[in-house]
């Protein structure tokens, strides 16, 4: 499995956790608190994505996204 798959995998898992974790603290379960809810965690997983794409690169642990574009320009 690709890291960038793992990756995106533990975005989709925060989003729904971050999402049923804000609907169950609300107390009310009603149409439009899901659809504000729901659009925030969708918001808040590609946010996750993001910021830990950014930290992994910047640990190094991860290749950067963008690839050079001539293959020995990096010697």
Known sequence: MKPAALLTLCSIAFAVLWT?????????????NV??????????????????RWVFQLMQLARPSDPPSTPGAER
Do not use: E, K, N
Not at 20 to 32: K, N, Q, V
Not at 35 to 52: E, N, T
């Open 20 to 32: 049923c974790g804000m609907l169950w603290s609300s107390g009310t379960i009603d149409l439009a």
């Open 35 to 52: 659809i504000i809810l729901s659009a925030c965690g969708a918001f808040a997983g590609v946010a996750w994505y993001y910021a830990m």
